[in-house]
């Protein structure tokens, strides 16, 4: 679609790097790779006990009654367990620095309440990357997703 608007040297140059990643559909497939990779930082492994020094749980009656004013929504869903934790990870801290204080984040409930998502979740917090943001956790009430989903509180600024 052409709005009219010509290039500049920097939109040329972005162009000319996302060209180079497409190949046509009638082309037959040469088995080389594109130039471009992303790095996803793996997870860490799901902490299946809790010792004292995780996050504290939250469990004071507006939380339970579902009365919490939500700034933020992440959505896990979908997603392998490495890229749900630099999903998280990236949008806690950009929901930290705009100064949210309370993040849903959805991670499903799996099989029998056994979702690596759901079960990672608490290390991921407890995680040094994260830790120093978070200040408390809680079950979502059931109309915030009820066993798949969870309040994440965090600190100040």
């Avoid at 608007?5 to 040329?12: I, Q």
Wanted: charged fraction near 25%; proline fraction near 5%; include cysteine.
């Amino acid at each position: 679609m052409n709005n009219g608007r010509k290039l500049n040297e920097d939109d040329r140059q972005i162009w000319h790097r996302v060209a180079r990643t497409v190949r046509p559909l009638s082309a037959p497939n040469t088995g080389a790779k594109p130039d471009i990779y992303v790095h996803i930082p793996l997870a860490p492994a799901p902490i299946l006990h809790h010792s004292k020094e995780d996050i504290q749980t939250r469990t004071d009656k507006k939380v339970r009654r579902g009365q919490v004013h939500i700034d933020r929504t992440i959505d896990l869903h979908d997603m392998t367990r490495d890229a749900a934790f630099a999903s998280l990870r990236r949008r806690l801290v950009m929901a930290h620095e705009c100064g949210h204080r309370t993040v849903l984040v959805i991670t499903g409930k799996g099989a029998n309440l056994q979702g690596i998502l759901r079960q990672s979740l608490h290390g991921w917090l407890n995680d040094p990357s994260l830790r120093y943001l978070i200040a408390n956790i809680a079950p979502a009430h059931i109309r915030h997703g009820g066993a798949g989903a969870f309040y994440v509180f965090l600190k100040r600024k």
